[in-house]
T-cell receptor
Framework: GESVGLHLPTLSVQEGDNSIINCAYS??????FIWYKQESGKGPQFIID?????DKRQGQRVTVLLNKTVKHLSLQIAATQPGDSAVYFC???????????FGTGTSLTVIP | KAGVTQTPRYLIKTRGQQVTLSCSPI?????VSWYQQTPGQGLQFLFE???????NKGNFPGRFSGRQFSNSRSEMNVSTLELGDSALYLC?????????????FGPGTRLLVL
């Protein structure tokens, strides 16, 4: 039968504005999280990670916030640029092994 | 340092055939994980190999299998292909600790089953 695609949340921002991408994770035992960026035709690219003993981590133009109480992650991108247009995934690593479980992704479009 | 490489980049097969995909991890990395990405199911974990042994396995049928060689290169095989196996197959490598470690992805192999 016909496959139904995942409904990707979308976010459009003006160039130069800040972007916030949200993610809810499922397993309260997960203690390591990664944000990936995936451009069309490419594999996911590592952006930033955070462990559960932290609630905030900053990189170059990016900040990840972790709220373990409500199992929520966010990725903040400062001064968003056209090159930031991509699909962004959060991934959680449970306590059981080295596999990651991915969210559905958010499609970010930067308007020049 | 060279990144993760995957070959081939594109494949077209017909139902019932089998296919083998290859992945070379980042130099020094000993763990290789495979993921399937489809519009319907998103990114799903297939299995992980470390030191030539399958260390973790996702929820996929036995038609999906893999192996790892002594140089850490890995292959995955899909037998008796079905239309639903059309997907982007991604390989990710990490240094090899059992968990809580960054995985770096290759560009993927796009498989189309007709």
């Amino acid at each position: 039968g016909e496959s139904v695609g995942l409904h990707l949340p979308t976010l459009s921002v003006q160039e130069g504005d800040n972007s916030i991408i949200n993610c809810a994770y499922s397993n309260s035992a997960s203690d390591y999280f990664i944000w990936y960026k995936q451009e069309s035709g490419k594999g996911p690219q590592f952006i930033i990670d955070i462990r559960s003993n932290m609630d905030k981590r900053q990189g170059q133009r990016v900040t990840v916030l972790l709220n373990k109480t409500v199992k929520h992650l966010s990725l903040q991108i400062a001064a968003t640029q056209p090159g930031d247009s991509a699909v962004y995934f959060c991934a959680e690593n449970p306590s059981t092994g080295n596999q990651f479980y991915f969210g559905t992704g958010t499609s970010l479009t930067v308007i020049p | 340092k060279a990144g993760v490489t995957q070959t081939p980049r594109y494949l077209i097969k017909t139902r019932g055939q089998q296919v083998t995909l290859s992945c070379s991890p980042i130099s020094g990395h000993r763990s290789v994980s495979w993921y399937q990405q489809t519009p319907g199911q998103g990114l799903q974990f297939l299995f992980e190999y470390f030191s030539e042994t399958q260390r973790n396995k996702g929820n996929f049928p036995g038609r999906f299998s893999g192996r790892q060689f002594s140089n850490s290169r890995s292959e995955m095989n899909v037998s008796t292909l079905e239309l639903g196996d059309s997907a982007l197959y991604l390989c990710a490598s990490s240094s090899g600790t059992p968990r809580g470690e960054t995985q770096y992805f290759g560009p993927g192999t796009r498989l189309l089953v007709l």
